[in-house]
């Protein structure tokens, strides 16, 4: 185990995450559906000074999967590969920040969340550079339905390597690599996001038992949320 945390680091045509197991190669793109067009009425049953009842009206809040705009959903589905996003989110957290990065030969993406209390917690893949995380003093056993068949758990806590543990002093919160066709998925806290984003420096990690939750809530960013595993 290398003595010095890497945090994940994205580069413009080099990309390279830290912390994670070996990764799985191998890309099965996420199907896409095909909108289904609005029927327009008969301009002469619209009565002057009425809507539109031909135009879909908008959704309220937070009623987008994962809370992720219409164009966020559309960058990420662009990708190629397969998106796992919290199917659940609180409905006091939004997205704060959504980061990607591709390249010839690798793609990653983060998803970033926080609340107006200045709690946060990310969603992040990869498809290569990832390696073995360091142990921390806490681990939950977590069974997401999205990946079944292999035991992982939630990591929180500070480092229980006495050398890391100096070098990195306060709690960490991520979970294990689940691995998937299209790369490698997991949820982090707040410590490895303020290395990646320093507006979001001194935010707070979610309780682990919400933590659990969301990952056990993770879904394909499909039309058809929970409708398959890996």
């Not at 890309?27 to 135009?55: K, M, S, V």
């Not at 959504?98 to 498809?127: H, K, P, W």
């Not at 003093?137 to 390597?161: A, V």
């Amino acid at each position: 185990m290398e003595r010095r945390l890497k945090p994940v680091r994205w580069a413009t045509g080099n990309l390279v995450v830290g912390l994670g197991l070996l990764l799985l190669t191998g890309c099965d793109p996420a199907p896409r559906a095909n909108p289904t067009p609005t029927q327009p009425l008969n301009p002469a049953e619209i009565r002057p000074g009425e809507p539109d009842r031909a135009a879909p009206p908008p959704p309220p809040a937070g009623a987008f999967l994962a809370q992720l705009s219409p164009e966020q959903t559309r960058q990420l589905t662009s990708l190629g590969v397969e998106v796992v996003v919290p199917g659940v989110v609180p409905p006091t957290f939004s997205v704060a920040e959504l980061r990607i990065d591709q390249s010839e030969t690798a793609v990653a993406y983060m998803i970033v969340y926080r609340d107006g209390a200045n709690r946060c917690f990310a969603t992040e893949f990869a498809t290569e550079g990832v390696t073995e995380p360091p142990v921390t003093q806490n681990r939950r056993p977590i069974q997401p339905p999205l990946f079944p068949g292999r035991t992982y758990g939630l990591n929180y806590g500070e480092f229980q390597d006495s050398a890391l543990r100096s070098q990195f002093p306060g709690s960490n919160l991520y979970t294990d690599w689940l691995m998937g066709r299209s790369g490698a998925y997991r949820l982090i806290g707040s410590a490895l996001i303020g290395e990646l984003f320093p507006a979001l420096k001194g935010c707070q990690d979610l309780a682990p038992d919400q933590a659990v939750s969301l990952v056990e809530s993770f879904t394909l960013l499909t039309t058809e949320p929970m409708g398959a595993s890996f």
